[in-house]
């Protein structure tokens, strides 16, 4: 089922299915207030969207790298609440990304599985161009943790060219902030325990990397919406 705006829409039970959890489950992250409410339609029948789909998917995510319901709940807590479906599936590929050990050797058929959908030799030359896949003999070494953000650009409406430059501008940016932030931290725990420097740097990670996607976001909207409106504002003078 779509919603007049071409947006889909599913019933309790269906976002259950489609989310590999159950009924159950739903109601009980929304009472912890991890997932908004439903729009309720006719016969009061509550209706979610992309957006609760996404949101799950990142709930998983997080569990999957071992983190407990509180914490969940703080990460969930601090994201911006206006974040859409893809928004989020982006916060899920950074929160995979945490993990060490991300490659994994895969067949075809497997790599596809994991994709989501069939992928041609072009889609496969892109994601080798973009980093995700390296090729190893007959099989395919893959980056699970970018694989699924990888799949949704070869969707986007930009040449390889483009996609490239922008992955090494913003590898370049990124690894002068994590120099920056690094130097920022060796200067806090210098006398502290190396006990205590790791368990800090494994608290703090995560929360870093959500902070800088979340400040990026909203700079790259910002950016886009003065963009947009000055080429409005050109095309009709």
């Known amino acids: 089922?779509?919603?007049?705006?071409?947006?889909?829409?599913?019933?309790i039970?269906?976002?259950a299915a489609r989310a590999g959890t159950t009924v159950r489950t739903v109601r009980f992250y929304?009472?912890?207030?991890?997932?908004?409410?439903?729009?309720?339609?006719?016969?009061?029948v509550g209706h979610y969207g992309a957006e609760h789909l996404s949101r799950l998917a990142l709930i998983?995510?997080?569990?999957?790298?071992?983190?407990?319901?509180?914490?969940i709940e703080r990460y969930v807590g601090q994201l911006p609440p206006d974040l859409?479906?893809?928004?989020?599936?982006?916060?899920?590929?950074?929160?995979?990304?945490?993990?060490?050990?991300?490659?994994?050797?895969?067949?075809?058929?497997?790599?596809?599985?994991?994709?989501g959908r069939s992928l041609t030799e072009e889609d496969v030359e892109r994601l080798v161009a973009m980093n995700?896949?390296?090729?190893?003999?007959?099989?395919?070494?893959?980056?699970s943790?970018?694989?699924?953000?990888?799949?949704?650009?070869?969707?986007?409406?930009?040449?390889?060219?483009?996609?490239?430059?922008?992955?090494?501008?913003?590898i370049e940016h990124s690894r002068a902030a994590a120099h920056e932030l690094s130097r920022l931290l060796r200067a806090e725990v210098s006398q502290r325990a190396a006990q205590d420097v790791k368990s800090l740097s494994a608290h703090m990670q995560p929360l870093v990397v959500q902070a800088l996607l979340t400040a990026f976001q909203r700079s790259?909207?910002?950016?886009?919406?003065?963009?947009?409106?000055?080429?409005?504002?050109?095309?009709?003078?």
């Open 30 to 44: 929304s009472t912890k207030g991890l997932l908004p409410p439903p729009v309720i339609g006719a016969r009061r």
């Open 132 to 143: 995700v896949v390296a090729l190893d003999g007959a099989a395919y070494r893959v980056d």
């Open 220 to 237: 790259l909207r910002e950016e886009l919406q003065q963009w947009l409106g000055a080429s409005q504002v050109g095309g009709s003078s």
């Open 84 to 115: 859409s479906a893809h928004d989020l599936a982006i916060h899920r590929a950074v929160v995979a990304s945490w993990a060490p050990e991300g490659t994994e050797t895969l067949d075809r058929r497997e790599l596809e599985r994991r994709a």
């Open 13 to 15: 039970d269906e976002l």
């Open 145 to 170: 943790g970018l694989l699924r953000l990888g799949v949704r650009l070869l969707d986007v409406p930009f040449s390889q060219e483009a996609i490239l430059a922008a992955r090494n501008v913003l």
């Open 60 to 71: 998983e995510e997080l569990q999957h790298q071992g983190m407990t319901l509180a914490a």
């Open 1 to 11: 089922m779509t919603t007049d705006a071409g947006e889909p829409s599913f019933t």
